[in-house]
């Protein structure tokens, strides 16, 4: 094994409507889909997409969504052996609501992702200390986020932290024991408290946060790109212009592809450079895991 997500895994159940029922009220929609999200299943399924030999330590709900879970990542060529089922819970679901002018409403319930605990790690272990990276985001409980900084630490293998979404609680001194901290403009700012809309404004931002100690922050700033901050070393990765038709999971394609191409061949910029074109290039089709070309999409879309 290549890399390990220790993650969520979530049923996007998307409405199609213009109009919201009130208290009370029953109203017909035209249209629905069903997907399969998570940040930790997206980062999963990027990486593996590309070629990355990937496994999952994972919680899905006692329920109909579980097997096609699995399956899914089955599909792409995730190892899903340490996805199990959370007795007498749901499924994490992301009930969505999409108007005609793309804007989303979104409710997130955690579900099965919100028993993932260090036993599940635990459980894993074996299999995870032959991976040379682990990936975590912040849809799992934190005190599992920080079990899984510490069993890394403890066994050699570095971490990429994507703090997402953000939790204003989060222990900065577990971000510094990883190796890359990961987050996207907005969780900088709620991170940090300080603002970030413009490119000055995210480099204070980051500066603060490296005052803590962190090994490697990389910001990702939607369509402006990327920066690389370590010490007082600033890399800018310019984005890749694209015609953008749907922008969910970018992020996580970002992250996944990073992943890859940094185990690969451990170098930061190049591995950056990869993740803004790979990200680039799954904003121009619809949906998230979907959107994510696999690695002869990837090469085509590189020519
Ligand atoms: P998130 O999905 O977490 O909000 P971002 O919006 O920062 O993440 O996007 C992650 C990365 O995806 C960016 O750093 C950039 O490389 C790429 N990206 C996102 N949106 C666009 C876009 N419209 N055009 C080109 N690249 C994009």
């Known amino acids: 094994m290549d890399i390990a997500v220790i993650g969520s895994?979530?049923?996007?159940?998307?409405?199609?409507?213009?109009?919201?029922?009130?208290?009370g009220e029953t109203l017909e929609a035209p249209d629905f889909a069903l997907g399969c999200g998570g940040k930790g299943a997206n980062q999963?399924?990027?990486?593996?997409?590309l070629g990355a030999k990937v496994m999952m330590v994972s919680k899905v709900g006692e329920d109909i969504f579980a097997e096609n879970t699995v399956k899914n990542l089955q599909q792409y060529g995730v190892d899903a052996r340490h996805v199990t089922v959370a007795p007498g819970t749901s499924s994490g679901v992301a009930p969505?609501?999409?108007?005609?002018?793309?804007?989303?409403?979104?409710?997130?319930?955690?579900?099965?992702?919100?028993?993932?605990?260090?036993a599940d790690i635990d459980a894993?272990?074996?299999?995870?200390?032959?991976?040379?990276?682990?990936?975590?985001?912040?849809?799992?409980?934190?005190?599992t986020v920080y079990y899984a900084i510490d069993f890394a630490?403890?066994?050699?293998?570095?971490?990429?932290?994507?703090?997402?979404?953000?939790?204003?609680?989060?222990?900065i001194d577990y971000a510094c024991q990883c190796e890359f901290?990961?987050?996207?403009?907005?969780e900088l700012e709620i991170l940090t408290g300080l603002p970030t809309s413009t490119d000055e404004e995210v480099l204070r931002?980051?500066?603060?946060?490296?005052?803590?100690?962190?090994?490697?922050?990389?910001?990702?700033?939607?369509?402006?790109?990327?920066?690389?901050?370590?010490?007082?070393?600033?890399?800018?990765?310019?984005?890749?212009?694209v015609q953008a038709v749907d922008t969910s999971g970018a992020g996580d394609a970002f992250i996944g592809c990073f992943a890859h191409y940094w185990v690969q061949h451990?170098?930061?910029?190049?591995?950056?450079?990869?993740?803004?074109?790979?990200?680039?290039?799954?904003?121009?089709?619809?949906?998230?895991q979907r959107s994510y070309p696999d690695a002869e999409t990837f090469q085509r879309f590189l020519t």
């Open 266 to 288: 451990g170098d930061i910029a190049k591995a950056m450079q990869s993740a803004s074109a790979y990200a680039a290039c799954s904003v121009t089709q619809r949906g998230t």
């Open 205 to 241: 931002a980051g500066q603060m946060l490296l005052g803590r100690g962190l090994k490697n922050l990389i910001i990702t700033l939607g369509n402006r790109g990327s920066v690389w901050m370590q010490g007082d070393t600033v890399h800018r990765i310019d984005p890749t212009v």
């Open 124 to 143: 894993a272990a074996e299999q995870l200390k032959a991976c040379s990276l682990i990936v975590l985001q912040l849809e799992i409980p934190l005190p």
């Open 9 to 23: 895994n979530m049923v996007d159940l998307i409405t199609y409507t213009n109009t919201m029922p009130k208290a």
């Open 153 to 171: 630490r403890q066994h050699g293998i570095k971490v990429i932290l994507n703090p997402a979404p953000a939790v204003a609680g989060l222990d």
């Open 44 to 49: 999963a399924v990027a990486a593996a997409k």
């Open 181 to 186: 901290f990961m987050p996207n403009e907005t």
């Open 96 to 118: 969505i609501f999409v108007d005609d002018q793309s804007q989303n409403r979104i409710l997130i319930i955690k579900g099965a992702n919100a028993k993932l605990s260090a």
